[in-house]
């Protein structure tokens, strides 16, 4: 079976990743399953910078295809923040404390204004340069306390009006209908083919 490293430690994107490659005869093997993993310096200031970074140190290091993904919330409110900080808005990682400090930065704003957007950038690189870029956005809005149990993320928050429901409260199959990183994935899947094999 062919393999891909997708740059991640995230195993939920890496299980939405799965979900789409496995099927192809890919194995998409993630940052947690190698040893040896140089660090990655996130300093770009936009998503497709930040994915770029990733998935040519990944690629450098060692030898293979490798997808990288960066996304991330961004809240009209709050200027466009957490944008590329959204993982780490709060401090590392934690989703708990970031959707504390999102409720508190919006704390006095009308609910008519938070307004919000998810964004989610891939980018592909092959050892000999070749790369691939896709992107996908999902529109909403911040609620006031988090409903639903499933996703990850500020998912709790998210509230996608045409389904009534945040993207916690999704079925996997209906957050890849709609999300930014599922709309992401279909572009990238239609171009995946040509460049997996070129």
Request: no cysteine; charged share 30%.
């Amino acid at each position: 079976m062919a393999k891909l490293i997708f740059a991640s430690k995230n195993e939920g994107k890496v299980r939405e990743f799965r979900e789409f490659l496995t099927p192809l005869g890919i194995e998409v093997v993630s940052l947690n399953e190698l040893d040896n993993v140089p660090a990655i310096i996130e300093d770009g200031t936009t998503f497709q910078e930040n994915a770029t970074i990733k998935a040519e140190t990944i690629a450098h290091a060692f030898g293979v295809p490798v997808v990288a993904e960066d996304a991330g919330l961004m809240v009209d409110a709050l200027n466009g923040a957490p944008g590329v900080y959204s993982a780490r808005y709060a401090g590392d990682h934690d989703d708990a404390a970031n959707n504390a400090k999102l409720l508190h930065e919006l704390e006095s704003t009308p609910d008519i204004d938070r307004t919000a957007s998810f964004h989610a950038v891939i980018v592909a690189i092959k050892p000999d340069g070749k790369r691939l870029v896709a992107a996908g956005k999902v529109d909403g809005r911040i609620l006031r306390e988090a409903r639903g149990e499933g996703g990850f993320g500020y998912d709790p928050l998210f509230y996608y009006e045409p389904f009534d429901k945040t993207l916690a409260e999704l079925t996997p199959a209906e957050k890849n209908e709609i999300s930014h990183r599922g709309a992401a994935l279909r572009e990238f899947m239609t171009e995946f083919k040509n460049w997996w094999e070129d």
